[in-house]
């Protein structure tokens, strides 16, 4: 295998690796944009992983079991809002709350699910005609899974959303300065559940992508971390979704490294022969994200590219 | 127009009894929440919480025979658990969240398989060898905490993710030494046993002198756990380092202003959290399996996140919390699936926040009725305990 | 507005108010900190909704269940506290709540529309900045663009003039009269006699939550009048003062120059002293440097140029606690966010910054029994209102949390005493009891530097008056004696002589 087309192989493993977390880490951009923090991402993503395998395994169709996993952290996810928001408690514990509820409820539901092995119905690859056949482009981009054009979909679509439309104008300034969307009659605490809550599928609709699209399957614990990996990429994103893209596909490209070097026939190193390096490479990710933040909280800091203001507070009218 | 009026007010102060009877309740609530679950995921809940009892504590008839496993199990399951805490109390009460006690408890571990297996001679008297794994434990827990505290108080980076991110890291790095790896064991995914000499004391060691003690496998962790507990009590409420804490955990501009030293005290801070979930490993891999192995907890580096909540920071009430969750898990090992414990502990935590918060608010009930005259303030100016709180309204 | 009742926790806010404004007139609501009128105005704008009373509109009834629906009957209020969104630009706070556009944002359009109403009120802003670009004055006629954009008929202003230079007040007022020969409606809240004098048609005064004066006209009521209806008895306008006695010079400040948290050059060669028995005070309109002067004195923010001596100590640059132990104290702007810890003790406190001393340390230890005494000792002498010794500071209103602060920072003994906006939010008593305290320390000979917004405090309390403006200091006055226009117009920007007398 030469250079080019192992790193074909990688780049395109990598954006459908990474694609689960993108859409966990655009559902906290929102939810973080309207002024709340969520930490349950990894709670949510794994009772959407094992609710869509449970419901496809059930029903054999994938797409009651996308919207069932959707669904399930959705609900999820209106507890932390309530919470949060209406309780006023602490963001950081009830995400924290929501994070071990999820994990072990995902596990307790799972249990039965862990032994199937037979064939569950899963979300296909598509490979779309013409542009797949574009050299090196087309096996990246064009040869993907279904739910990875779906997430080429909603990145820009959430972009566009956020900085040119009324609701998103509305969303940030919620996250921004809630006393001035309050005084202009902007329902905060409405937009705060609903944000929330979209936070919530979008990290179901992760889940689920994991665990009937990507790597189909289910464990305890499916998802290793990603759901905390999202969180810390959308500081890296700055709240952009379309920097926090990049940086979900760039973390996918790292998960994929271990495995795909473990392929004797890869030059360079392969990990066949070199085990140490095999077990470093799977602390990449985790590394990866750390220096995220690192690179994420300088720039904040110099480039005025803060969080928005209002993150983490309750809003409590009357209160300056 | 409303004749009654059904308002929710924030109350000014809550009474510690409030308090007390929010979490209580907030318990008795989640009881009752698990066991709709888990009826819903097809298990007996009256089945499994009477046999989470009777794993934990054992029943009273037990006890008249002299049979204490239960208890001793749950203490022997509660001292990772109350150490864990503690390390985690000690950053909460500086508003750091040390998600990373897990990694940081695993690192103990390690360092302290390495003195036992590696660095010290077998036949090394007992005391030295404990002491010196106990210290290495915390050095290694402690310095794993002290990298995200470092980058929290030079770079103001998020701790959060920094003390979770490194908790995967640590996975692997134990799974590299234990699995097919320099420490593992003919081939199996632990480390060989460990002397004698590093093995912590247990009750049934004393089994001679104390037929009662026979078979119980509660050990000297727990006695660390109460020093612990104790020493940490003092440093936070009557030395002048926790009042330190104290005032920049709940505002910390004035403690700028009064001249602390905040990246100083983050620094002091993490390692310790760190160093006292190092020391939970030790004990755990010293006092309990007696040598090292991959995933040899089931997460009580987060139970005892749980745990100090629940205690809501108070190093006293953690003693309580800690045994709460230590026969859950003892009394859950029964169960199938073994997600409950976990899963239940996340719903006491979400229960006890929102009963916490509601002990805040108070439902006001008010009629709508013209009132004679008015409320008289008396004319002239003075300082009278009424002082209208003036918050910037004009 | 009829029969208005409003009760927070622990307060009467609005007790039984009647108020009633008629079309194409300025109405003024006059009262103190404290006494009701923002909050009359919230319900009036639909913030708030009144436990009792009613509201007519040209006639009809109205409820309301938020702002959305005052704007609708053309109610719009400018707030005191800014309600725009730092990060957006005009425009983009201008629409912000609007049902039109529905989805999508045409901004060159609404730039437009934005850019010709601006022209035509006269209220010149560039429809494309970033709000926290913008100067203070451009902020509000933002706020008042934003009203005017809904078509509000109705305008409440809130203390408008409190962040701006005399200058700009006039352009307000011009505005303003303006708007009200145009057909609208304004109500302006003010708390400062002189304005309300100036500025309205009519005058209705609130004191603790109650109308003392109806619908007077302006110009058939004097000053002494009003502040009699505002405050219930005779006003001391100024407090004795013993005459001036300095010492030596306790803190010099030598070509100061510092930053502001966006970069920008906040402090830029600010030279002066304060001698001890002296109070200095430096006036100026709010965000000309002055935050930043007391945080550099005190140690909590990078001086990039220039000396600080205390007592002949270079202090430049050292840490807060080094500044502490040179005997400098600080009575911080900000008393519940900076100046104390909310959820701590009232003694606990008290001890902010003499833990680190016997008798309160004991070797590492706290002495908690010298810890209570030291807490009942301040609380008895200064009066401090407070349920329990360890009471939480958060449970103390604004007039006892300052006394706390203030026994607190004067138990230490500091020669140099830093005090910024002693008295903003407190009402006239408390407002008086800090007076006579800061009095009662210029006398036992310490240092005191004076920051405040309110004019009439500097005047009240000063012995020599510095003005700041963008970071340096325009000129000098005596107290005694002090010409208020040449003050204005140091406020505003034209550098003046110094006038004071060097003493010795």
Redesign the interface.
């Known amino acids: 295998m030469d250079l080019l087309q192992f790193l074909i192989n990688i780049l395109a493993a990598g954006i459908a690796t990474g694609t689960p977390i993108l859409f966990a880490m655009l559902g906290e951009i929102l939810a973080e944009r309207s002024g709340v923090l969520n930490l349950g991402v990894e709670g949510m993503m794994l009772m959407g992983a094992v609710s869509a395998f449970g419901v496809s395994h059930a029903t054999g169709n994938v797409g009651l079991a996308l919207l069932a996993g959707m669904l399930a952290a959705g609900a999820l996810s209106l507890v932390h809002a309530f919470v949060a928001i209406s309780l006023r408690a602490d963001q950081v514990v009830s995400g924290l709350a929501l994070t071990f509820l999820g994990t072990g409820l995902s596990a307790v539901i799972g249990a039965p699910l862990v032994i199937v092995r037979e064939a569950v119905a899963r979300i296909p690859a598509l490979p779309i005609p013409m542009l797949s056949s574009i050299p090196v482009i087309g096996p990246i981009l064009f040869q993907q899974n279904l739910v990875v054009y779906l997430g080429f979909i909603l990145v820009p679509l959430l972009w566009f959303l956020i900085h040119h439309t009324r609701p998103g104008l509305h969303l940030r300034a919620v996250g921004e300065y809630p006393a001035a969307a309050d005084a202009l009659g902007i329902n905060i605490i409405a937009l705060r559940y609903l944000y929330v809550f979209l936070g919530g599928l979008l990290a179901g609709l992760g889940g689920g992508a994991l665990s009937i699209a990507i790597d189909p399957g289910w464990l305890e614990g499916k998802t290793a971390g990603q759901g905390w990996i999202a969180v810390g990429l959308v500081i890296f994103a700055a709240w952009d979704p379309i920097r926090g893209a990049f940086g979900a596909y760039l973390f996918g490209v790292l998960r994929r490294l271990p495995l795909d070097l473990q392929n004797p026939l890869v030059p360079l190193i392969s990990t066949a022969n070199n085990p140490t390096l095999g077990r470093f490479l799977d602390m990449l990710p985790y590394l990866f994200t750390i220096v995220v933040l690192i690179i994420g909280s300088r720039e904040a800091l110099r480039k005025r590219l803060g969080a928005p203001a209002a993150l983490g507070v309750p809003y409590v009218r009357g209160e300056k | 127009m409303a004749d009654r009026v059904i308002r929710i007010e924030p109350r000014l102060e809550t009474t510690r009894l409030a308090s007390v009877i929010a979490s209580v309740g907030g318990l008795m609530l989640a009881l009752l929440i698990g066991a709709a679950l888990l009826r819903a995921a097809g298990a007996d809940p009256l089945a499994a919480y009477g046999a989470i009892l009777r794993e934990a504590f054992g029943t009273p008839a037990d006890w008249a025979a002299g049979r204490f496993y239960g208890l001793s199990d749950t203490i022997v399951r509660a001292t990772p658990i109350l150490l864990t805490g503690l390390g985690v109390l000690l950053g909460f009460k500086m508003r750091l969240w040390n998600i990373g006690a897990e990694g940081q408890l695993f690192m103990g571990a390690w360092a302290a398989t390495g003195i036992a297996l590696f660095v010290l001679p077998k036949d090394t008297p007992k005391p030295l060898m404990l002491t010196t794994m106990a210290l290495a434990g915390m050095l290694a827990g402690g310095l794993w905490a002290l990298i995200p505290g470092a980058l929290k108080a030079w770079l103001g980076v998020n701790e959060i993710i920094t003390t979770l991110m490194l908790n995967y890291v640590a996975f692997q790095w134990i799974s590299f030494f234990v699995v097919a790896g320099p420490w593992s064991e003919r081939g199996f995914q632990l480390s060989p046993q460990f002397p004698e000499s590093a093995w912590l004391p247990r009750l049934t060691d004393y089994a001679h002198r104390v037929p009662a003690f026979a078979g119980l496998t509660a050990h000297l962790g727990f006695v660390f756990g109460l020093v612990a507990a104790a020493a940490l009590w003092l440093i936070l409420y009557r030395s002048r380092w926790g009042y330190e804490i104290r005032v920049i955990g709940d505002n910390p501009q004035a403690a700028r202003y009064a001249g602390m030293n905040l990246a100083r005290n983050i620094l002091l801070v993490m390692f310790i959290s760190g160093a006292l979930a190092g020391l939970a490993g030790m004990s755990e891999v010293a006092g309990v399996v007696h040598r090292l192995q991959d995933r040899f907890s089931p997460g009580y580096g987060f139970s005892g996140i749980i745990a100090a909540w629940l205690a809501k920071l108070n190093p006293w009430a953690i003693l309580l919390t800690s045994l709460l969750f230590g026969g859950l898990l003892v009394g859950a090992k029964q169960l199938q699936p073994t997600g409950i414990a976990f899963m239940l502990q996340g719903v006491i935590l979400f229960v006890v926040i929102g009963a916490e918060m509601l002990t805040r608010y108070r439902l006001v009930i008010a009629r709508h009725q013209a009132v004679p005259g008015g409320l008289g303030v008396p004319a002239g100016l003075e300082i009278t305990p009424t002082d209208p709180p003036t918050r910037g309204e004009g | 507005m009829q029969g208005i009742v409003k009760r ?6 609005n ?2 108010v009647d108020f009633t404004v008629r079309r194409g007139e300025i109405h003024a609501l006059l ?1 103190e ?7 009359l ?2 319900i009036l ?4 909704r009144p ?2 009373g009613e509201i007519r509109v040209r006639g009809e009834r109205c409820v309301f269940h ?4 005052a ?1 609708a009957r053309g109610i719009g ?1 400018v ?10 630009t005009v425009a ?2 201008i ?4 049902d039109r ?5 045409n901004l060159p359009r609404i730039e437009a529309e934005v850019a010709r109403l601006a022209e035509q009120y006269r209220l010149l802003v560039h429809p494309r900045a970033k709000i926290w670009q913008l100067s203070v004055g451009e902020q509000q006629r933002v706020e008042v663009l ?1 009203m005017l954009y809904r078509g509000a008929q109705i305008l409440i202003m ?2 408008p003039t409190a962040v701006l230079t005399p200058q700009e007040v006039r352009d307000l007022f011009h505005t303003l009269r303006e708007m009200a020969r145009g057909g609208h409606t304004i109500i302006f ?1 003010s ?1 400062k006699l002189d304005e309300v004098l100036a500025i309205a048609d009519r005058v209705t005064v609130l004191r ?3 109308v003392t004066a109806a619908g007077l006209p302006a110009q058939s009521v004097t000053k002494p009048e009003l502040a009699r209806l505002m ?3 005779e006003v001391l306008f100024r407090l004795s003062k013993a005459p001036i006695r300095p010492g030596p010079v306790v803190l010099a400040v030598e070509e100061l120059w510092a930053e502001s948290d ?1 970069g920008l050059p906040a402090l830029r060669g600010v030279s002066f002293q304060v001698r001890s028995g002296e109070v200095v005070g430096i006036a100026g309109v709010a965000g000309n440097g002055q935050s930043e002067l007391a945080q550099v004195i ?3 923010r990078r001086a990039t140029g220039g000396r600080i001596l205390v007592g002949g100590q270079d202090v430049t640059n050292r ?6 132990e040179n005997g400098v104290g ?1 009575v ?1 702007e900000d008393r519940s ?8 003790g009232v003694d ?1 406190n008290l ?3 003499a ?2 001393e016997p008798p309160i ?1 004991n070797g ?3 002495d ?1 029994g010298a810890v209570e005494r030291h807490a009942s000792h301040l609380v008895r002498e200064f ?1 401090i ?1 407070t349920p329990r010794l360890n ?2 500071a958060r ?1 103390l ?4 949390l300052q006394r706390l602060i203030l026994a607190r920072e004067v138990s230490a003994q500091p020669r140099l005493l830093v005090a910024v906006d002693p008295t903003r ?6 407002t008086e ?1 800090v007076h006579r305290l800061l009095l009662a320390q210029r006398e036992s000979g310490k240092a005191i530097l004076l920051i405040s917004e309110d004019l009439d405090e500097i005047l009240a309390l000063a012995d020599r008056i510095l003005v700041i403006y963008e970071g340096q200091i325009m000129g000098e006055v005596a107290a005694e004696g002090a010409d208020v226009n040449t003050v204005g117009l140091m406020m505003a920007g034209t550098r003046m002589p110094s006038t004071a007398v060097e003493s010795g």
Not at chain 3, 45 to 48: A, H, R, V
Not at chain 3, 319 to 324: D, E, K, N, Q, T
Not at chain 3, 397 to 400: A, K, P, Q, V
Request: glycine share 12%.
């Open positions: 927070f926790p622990g307060v009467l806010a007790d039984h009262g900190n404290g006494a009701g009128k923002t909050t105005m919230n704008s639909g913030l708030y436990d009792e938020s702002p959305r629906d704007i209020m707030h005191q506290h800014f309600m725009l969104v730092p990060s957006q983009e706070n629409i912000l709540g609007l556009p529905r989805f999508l944002l934003k809130d203390e809240i708390h603790r939550g109650r405050v219930g008895r966006k005190t140690g909590l840490p807060a606690r080094v500044v502490i600080h911080p966010a900076v100046g104390s810890v909310p959820d701590l606990e001890i902010l910054k833990y680190r340390a590492p230890f706290l908690t009066n209102l009471a939480p449970l209103s604004g007039g006892n939010g407190l009402d006239v008593g408390a009891a």
